[in-house]
């Protein structure tokens, strides 16, 4: 089962500890920061499955934090204010935000919004597989077909390689492949999810000494790429 990251963006130390603790209690993994350019890089890190972004912080403020953010983010985001007018609600959907809740703001309406835009922007539920010219993949009748030749996958190996999937021509960090499939409290044995992308890559690729489809992304994770994509010039074929 997916856990679900929530990025919580916050001048306010407070703030912060409240929702992290709110947010884990009720099943989500959080990350934090401080600063809209910190949360500029965690999404890049980090990649979450949703943003709780602050309108009000010094310097650089939640609606140009998330006009940033959406460059490399399309995730939703929810912008969180004391204001709760027409205008700034335009203009937080203005910036790129799905959604606005205005505190002081009730955790159950909370909880319920962030449940809410998770379910809108979940591919997983709709991902029923891809059609290549060497390799096909169903999800739902779990087979795997490598040029025409039937090929059995460990059940590992195929939720990672699902997950790679989903998010093609993105990369997947360690962190969330490590907790998404072995558990919430798994992270940092590199070396297992390691052996499961040589695995994948042994039965999928032509040459596994240099991959066509799971590409590592250095010091980051890893990333599934269609012949047919662009290839990105920092990703290495091999780990």
Not at 30 to 37: Q, T
Not at 183 to 198: F, N
């Amino acid at each position: 089962m997916h856990v679900a990251t929530v990025l919580v963006v916050d001048d306010e130390p407070q703030i912060r500890r409240v929702l992290r603790a709110t947010l884990s209690s009720n099943g989500y993994e959080v990350i934090e920061a401080k600063s809209g350019p910190e949360a500029i890089e965690m999404v890049v890190a980090e990649r979450p499955d949703l943003i709780l972004l602050d309108v009000n912080m010094p310097g650089m403020n939640g609606l140009e934090a998330c006009n940033k953010i959406r460059m490399s983010f399309d995730g939703p985001i929810i912008m969180v204010t004391v204001h709760n007018t027409e205008r700034d609600k335009i203009a937080a959907l203005d910036a790129g935000a799905d959604d606005y809740v205005v505190k002081p703001f009730a955790i159950g309406e909370l909880l319920a919004r962030i449940r809410a835009a998770l379910r809108r922007s979940n591919p997983e539920e709709s991902f029923a597989g891809i059609e290549l010219p060497e390799l096909s993949i169903n999800f739902e009748k779990r087979t795997v077909n490598v040029r025409d030749v039937r090929v059995h996958l460990a059940p590992k190996e195929f939720e990672v390689l699902r997950l790679l999937l989903i998010h093609q021509g993105k990369p997947v960090t360690h962190k969330r492949l490590l907790q998404t499939v072995w558990g919430p409290d798994h992270g940092g044995e590199t070396e297992s999810l390691r052996v499961v992308i040589s695995q994948l890559r042994k039965k999928l690729e032509k040459d596994p000494t240099h991959p066509v489809y799971i590409l590592t992304e250095p010091w980051m994770g890893y990333r599934f790429q269609s012949p047919d994509m662009p290839s990105h010039k920092n990703s290495r074929r091999k780990s």
